[in-house]
Structures are given as structure tokens and as C-alpha cells.
């Protein structure tokens, strides 16, 4: 798979998901893909991504969120927001937060793979 830096990646899927009508308010996962950068200490990497959970919070549009790393150092950010729109706003003013930077500086831009998907299930 060929992967894009991390703002062309955002502006391919922004482009995709305006093909969507914007009356469709259904829940949508988020799922982001990345490596760190090397020598980055994992627990480090995990604190400074708590570091953006008020802000998250504060956006009253996240329903949940997981982060976790398989054995070959890959890392999946999983958040469950309430619409796509609130999923693109979020993004876009996420990077004007002084508190996101720590987690940003940390994550390898060549290997971010970002895609929404809408909720067709979930277990309860």
C-alpha cells in the first residue's frame, strides 16, 4: 500500500467524503494508522495522546476512542465520533491546539493512514 503525507492523505479523504450528503448525520468511525518516529519511548507516545482527551471532550462529539499497537509498531487511533462533519471539524481545529502538538511531533507523517467509515454495527 502506498502511503501519502499525513495533510495529502486528509485532503484526498476530505474530497471523498464531500461526495456525501451533508444531511447524513450517522455516527463514523475514524481510523488512523501510523508509526512513531524512531526512539520514541511508547509510554511517552500514550501520555501526550491523553494529553488531547479534553480537548476531544470538549468537542461533544466523540463517542469513543481506543488506541493501540500491534506487534510490528503499528498504531491504530479508533474514534467513534457522532457524524462525519464533527470528525472533519474536530481535525481541522485539532492542529491549532497547543496540547496536540506533543502527540503530533511524535508520529512518523510518511506512514499516516487516515479513513471514515460509517457505523453499521455495533455490539453492545
Do not use: N
Not at 512518523?108 to 453499521?120: E, G, M, N
Amino acid at each position: 500500500m502506498r502511503r501519502l503525507p499525513l495533510f495529502t492523505t486528509l485532503i484526498a479523504f476530505a474530497a471523498a467524503d464531500a461526495m456525501r450528503s451533508p444531511a447524513q448525520a450517522e455516527p463514523v468511525a475514524e481510523v488512523v494508522t501510523f508509526k512513531l518516529v524512531a526512539g520514541t519511548d511508547p509510554q511517552a507516545f500514550v501520555a501526550a495522546a491523553r494529553g488531547i482527551e479534553p480537548y476531544l471532550r470538549g468537542t461533544g462529539a466523540v463517542i469513543s476512542r481506543t488506541l493501540s499497537v500491534d506487534a510490528d509498531g503499528i498504531w491504530t487511533d479508533h474514534i467513534v465520533w457522532t457524524s462525519l462533519q464533527a470528525a472533519k471539524d474536530a481535525a481541522d481545529a485539532l492542529m491549532a491546539q497547543p496540547e496536540a502538538a506533543p502527540m503530533m511531533t511524535v508520529i512518523a507523517a510518511d506512514s499516516v493512514t487516515l479513513r471514515h467509515a460509517p457505523i453499521l454495527l455495533t455490539m453492545d
